[in-house]
């Protein structure tokens, strides 16, 4: 065996090996979370890609190894949504697998190979952790934006962890994370160079205290004006959600788990204010079809309202277009107010390139067309009920991107289906999204899913009446605290962030100037 084949071998071993430890590294997301396997993962990552000086070339494909593992198994989920449609799209799965770890890989590669320009340690950190969080932002907007999996969205697991959230962000959360995971690399190069490195004090103590200090008192509520709401979740299998030969056994299924006495809360349905259905509930253009209108007011509180997700028709350059809507509607079978979602899924409910595209492709959703775009940040505005956002399944994933900065509303109505995407990961991290929006903007979100997971979300990030995954039935949910508050990162967004990373790129530069003075001394 040449000496050529023989580190071309090892070159493939290490790749697949960093591989495997970016899929263990995906554990710290929802569902698993706090898994210490997951960190464990990370923090030996690290160690290996910043305790040793390497080429940029080779942190870039280091971190590229690693980072294809870590996005390719913590967005496996993506791929059962191609299994939906009569297996039409099973081929892609495996396309879709290596395009995701292939290009979401490129995000972690980057930021490491940047580090590998400067030599000294703890700048080198510096960069390297200011330049992973930048390429998060980036995420949020590259190819209409993908930010799911923030590395942040990690500390979801108890509401102590992201109250920073409020401070500095989601994206600010995972600079204070990924500052501590290098802390802990840097506390094992300590081990390994038998000596101890104080830098590494710096790095596991800032972003510890700042978690700590602002996870104080977290579960405090200011008391506000009494509000009952209820969830319905059908948990309607993907299959048959558009199947016309079931649509109206859908629609009474929505209509009969909302009008019945809840047993847990003891409630009628005339004792709750807001009934909240899911994205795409109602099977019919209520807009045009009075008949399932006047049924559907079956399900309405007498003196409240329904919140439904549909398809809504209307016009759009001169063209008949379907919009993917919210509607509230009164007792009287009244279309109070509505919102069409204004940020689509690409190939899931518009085609890009669709010019180029081959006739028989069409976007994964089961529309026939591609769905308008509603208008971003639209309120709604109905008497007797508090002001409220909209946003449709994965508009709730962008951070400073969900509300409307110029009137704040009370509530963030989240009206999403994850039947998409089956019994995995993909509705857990999808909730966890939405709770980081409720800390950020310091709002109460109220997320109904048709098939996924159902809450109430405190403005401080407490889920209330959850209905777990594939769960049957409704919940009633009493809140009896004030709805929204100000938050720093609210009002100011991620010109905090860029603060942030800026205070770090000067860090890093202040370090190696430090370095070098000692050097030449």
């Known amino acids: 065996m040449t000496n050529a084949v023989k ?167 995972s600079l204070m994370l990924m500052m501590f995971l290098c802390g802990a690399a840097l506390l094992g190069e300590s081990v390994k160079e038998r000596r101890f490195l104080k830098g590494c004090l710096f790095f596991l103590f ?77 099977p019919y253009f209520l807009d045009y079809d009075r008949e399932h209108l006047l049924e559907l007011t079956e399900a309405v509180p007498q003196n409240g309202f329904l919140v439904t997700g549909l398809l809504r028709v209307g016009m759009e350059n001169g063209k008949t277009v379907s919009y993917n809507s919210m509607f509230v509607i009164n007792g009287r079978g009244e279309i109070k107010d509505y919102y069409d979602k204004a940020h689509l899924v690409p190939f899931g409910e518009y085609l890009p390139f669709r010019t180029y595209l081959p006739d028989f492709m069409r976007p994964i959703a089961g529309v026939i067309g591609d769905l308008g775009r509603g208008e971003k940040y639209k309120l709604i505005k109905v008497a007797g009920v508090p002001v409220m956002g909209g946003a449709i399944c994965y508009e709730s994933i962008f951070p400073h991107e969900v509300l409307n900065k110029s009137e704040k509303p009370e509530i963030l109505a989240v009206l999403a289906n994850d039947g998409w995407y089956g019994v995995s990961a993909g509705p857990y991290q999808h909730l966890a999204a939405a709770q980081m929006r409720a800390v950020e903007e310091g709002v109460t979100v109220i997320r109904s899913a048709n098939t996924g997971i159902s809450a109430v979300i405190a403005p401080n990030g407490e889920i209330l009446g959850r209905i777990e995954l594939n769960e049957i039935g409704a919940r009633d949910v009493k809140i009896d605290f004030k709805l929204s508050k100000n938050t720093i990162y609210g009002q100011w967004g991620n010109l905090v962030l860029a603060g942030l990373l800026v205070l770090f790129l000067l860090g890093a530069g202040v370090s190696v100037s430090i370095n070098n003075c000692y050097n030449r001394k």
């Open 206 to 282: 800032i972003p510890l205290f700042f978690v700590l200090g602002t996870g104080y008192g977290a579960k405090k509520l200011e008391k506000g004006e009494s509000l009952t709401v209820r969830l319905v979740q059908p948990s309607i299998p993907q299959t048959l959600k558009w199947h016309k030969a079931v649509a109206y056994k859908n629609f009474r299924e929505y209509i009969d788990l909302s009008k019945e006495k809840n047993e847990e809360s003891g409630l009628n349905l005339n004792d709750v204010d807001l009934v909240f259905w899911g994205e795409t509930a109602c």
């Open 7 to 173: 580190s071309f071998k090892q070159k493939v071993v290490l790749f697949l090996g960093l591989m495997c430890a970016g899929a263990v590294g995906s554990l710290v997301f929802p569902p698993f979370v706090n898994s210490l396997a997951g960190y464990a993962a990370l923090i030996l990552f690290l160690f290996y890609l910043l305790g040793t000086e390497r080429s940029p070339k080779e942190l870039f494909w280091s971190a590229y190894a690693f980072g294809f593992g870590f996005y390719a198994v913590g967005f496996s989920w993506i791929s059962n949504a191609l299994l939906i449609d009569d297996q039409r799209f099973a081929a892609l799965v495996p396309v879709v697998f290596l395009a995701t770890g292939g290009f979401f890989g490129l995000f972690w590669a980057i930021p490491a190979a940047l580090s590998g320009k400067i030599k000294e340690r703890y700048g080198r950190v510096l960069l390297f952790c200011a330049a992973f969080v930048f390429f998060e932002w980036v995420r949020s907007f590259i190819f209409t934006g993908f930010p799911w999996n923030l590395l942040g969205t990690a500390l979801s697991f108890d509401i102590r962890l992201i109250q920073g959230a409020a401070e500095i962000g989601t994206y600010g959360l």
